[in-house]
């Protein structure tokens, strides 16, 4: 049989497994008042405003799921503002969600949106006015029937470029209902073969895995069926909440992502896997659409630094041991789809995409297998590969390296591995990458190379969903606790040690790129190469004390090729 698996993490997940700190960084703590909770850190549940020195996030209290947001100082790191969203999405005899919530914010007006399902099946959007003290103001409020529960997600909401308006796109009707999609399954009408996974059912199994090393988790394979979903796409004041348009979008798969191309300055809704963009005007009129029929779900990863095409991810067959990405050139109006081979496959919503070189992070987490009776397990806690894949200018997607982190690291005895909720994370050139792996550590890669140019242990226990702050310098994690982790983080080359010796000058640090250049008192010097046994953190210079005038500091900087540079390292 042919399957294809597509799987997503659910934010308020993360806080049943870890993230934390940097060993040369300085590490501070940010304390939200919440009893016996925690606070979520991945990217669809905090977010930051005003030059990324005000932070937004979600936090909920256990055992009932109990939602709250705040605000807090990145600089001051300390809480600021709290808004209780339980009257909001939990109704009157109602105890708690049923799922998490998501949260965008708007970096530069400071506004928040918080969306989710309710606890009687419906969608509500909340709206916030910020400052830069962060106090918060609701502004506004809305919602609808949710007619299937599954599908809510961290794509369906996205602010137009200035902040004006809100772009939501939900399921309005579908017909008839899938019932093995309730489980976690889901059956595409174009092939009776083709199948995908969402998130409820490897998320309920995480949550009940106390050892993520240990972890699978057994999935029915389902009889067949065809569904029919209609979406529907509304445009919103951000200051009022007025509706100002609305349409309709026919889907084959209940997967719903709006997406703002702000090179082009157009809106981007992807209703299953039909794609179509708007202008940001007053009305929603569909300006072109791109069908592409058969895949599984369509997650999107990104758009192209020129805004003509959009990457996604699609899924994973068993029969074939492939991976699926779909690449939309929004210029030709066509749909190119993409199969690399591979045994294992990731969380859809843990990669990452730089727009201004188009490599797309793919960090891997499962191995898949189907047993003799049909079912199918996904088994995770011992993968520990992240793929770089390239966008080409004629839409196509080819591998260009892989990184993996050792299965240890020196002077721990723990394994590492790739956990369902390490995300990876890009520097804003695009040259370095960061991936934590499950037991706390945190591990940097050049992205040309594959090479580790750093590896630190930043918890005790376990580490998970983090962001890069990087015009701030810091990344953020939570700790499965009302606390959240600030650390200092480089995206260039750092020289901690410089041993000048006769013949040579061994430099040591981290962040050590291929392509690193090395000066001495400002003269860049050709006879310096990276030490072949640890090439992101030793650089062997073969010049010695012979070479230098003597009683003098030597000052030594490294430019990496995407042109940042170290700070300067006095050594005699």
């Not at 099946?121 to 106090?135: H, L, M, P, T």
């Not at 004006?164 to 009408?189: A, D």
Request: charged share 20%.
């Amino acid at each position: 049989m042919k399957f294809s698996i597509i799987i997503r993490a659910t934010c308020f997940l993360i806080a049943f497994f870890l993230s934390a700190p940097l060993g040369w960084a300085d590490k501070r703590q940010v304390s939200f008042p919440i009893a016996d909770g925690f606070v979520a850190s991945s990217s669809d549940s905090m977010g930051f405003a005003y030059e990324e020195q005000v932070g937004f996030l979600l936090a909920y209290s256990l055992p009932k799921l109990l939602p709250k947001l705040f605000s807090f100082s990145v600089k001051d790191a300390k809480a600021l503002h709290e808004f209780d969203l339980k009257p909001e999405f939990v109704a009157a005899g109602d105890s708690d969600l049923k799922q998490s919530l998501f949260l965008q914010v708007h970096a530069k007006t400071g506004l928040v949106a918080v969306f989710g399902p309710t606890s009687k099946d419906g969608q509500r959007i909340i709206v916030f006015a910020s400052d830069r003290e962060g106090n918060l103001h609701k502004l506004w409020s809305t919602e609808f029937p949710l007619s299937l529960a599954l599908t809510s997600s961290q794509y369906q909401l996205t602010f137009n470029r200035d902040g004006s308006k809100i772009y939501f796109l939900n399921i309005e009707s579908h017909q008839p209902l899938v019932e093995n999609l309730l489980q976690g399954v889901e059956k595409n009408r174009h092939s009776p073969t083709f199948v995908s996974v969402s998130k409820p059912s490897f998320a309920n199994a995480l949550l009940n895995s106390r050892n993520q090393s240990s972890l699978q988790t057994a999935l029915p394979v389902p009889s067949p069926s065809t569904s029919g979903f209609w979406q529907r796409l509304r445009m919103f004041n951000a200051q009022d909440g007025a509706t100002l348009a609305s349409i309709n979008l026919e889907a084959s798969l209940p997967y719903t992502s709006v997406l703002l191309d702000e090179e082009r300055n157009r809106v981007i809704a992807l209703a299953g896997a039909s794609l179509y963009t708007f202008s940001d005007n007053e009305a929603l009129e569909i300006e072109s659409q791109i069908n592409a029929p058969g895949l599984g779900g369509v997650t999107p990863q990104g758009i192209s630094q020129d805004g003509r095409f959009l990457i996604a991810y699609t899924g994973y067959e068993l029969e074939t041991n492939e991976n699926y990405y779909l690449v939309y050139d929004l210029d030709s109006k066509l749909a190119r789809e993409t199969a690399m081979k591979g045994d294992f496959l990731p969380i859809s919503n843990n990669m990452a995409f730089n727009r201004a070189t188009g490599a797309l992070l793919v960090p891997f987490t499962i191995k898949p297998k189907v047993k003799a009776n049909g079912t199918l397990l996904l088994i995770g806690g011992h993968v520990r590969q992240t793929d770089v894949l390239l966008l080409k200018p004629d839409s196509s997607l080819v591998k260009t390296t892989e990184m993996e982190i050792p299965a240890q690291s020196e002077g721990d005895a723990r394994t590492n591995f790739i956990g369902g909720f390490n995300n990876v994370v890009i520097s804003k050139t695009g040259a370095i990458g960061f991936i934590p792996s499950g037991n706390g550590r945190l591990f940097s890669f050049d992205t040309v190379t594959g090479e580790i140019v750093n590896d630190e242990s930043l918890d005790a226990e376990k580490m998970d969903a983090i962001q890069l702050l990087e015009a701030s310098g810091k990344l953020t994690f939570n700790n499965r606790s009302n606390k959240l982790i600030l650390v200092d983080v480089h995206t260039e080359p750092v020289i901690t040690d410089v041993k000048i010796k006769k013949k040579t000058t061994l430099i040591k640090g981290a962040n050590f790129l291929s392509g690193v250049k090395v000066k001495i008192n400002g003269v860049e010097v050709t006879n310096a190469e990276r030490n072949a046994a640890n090439p992101g953190r030793e650089i062997i210079v073969n010049l010695g004390k012979k070479d230098f005038p003597t009683g003098q500091d030597v000052v030594i900087t490294l430019v990496n090729r995407d042109g940042l540079t170290s700070k300067p390292f006095s050594a005699k």
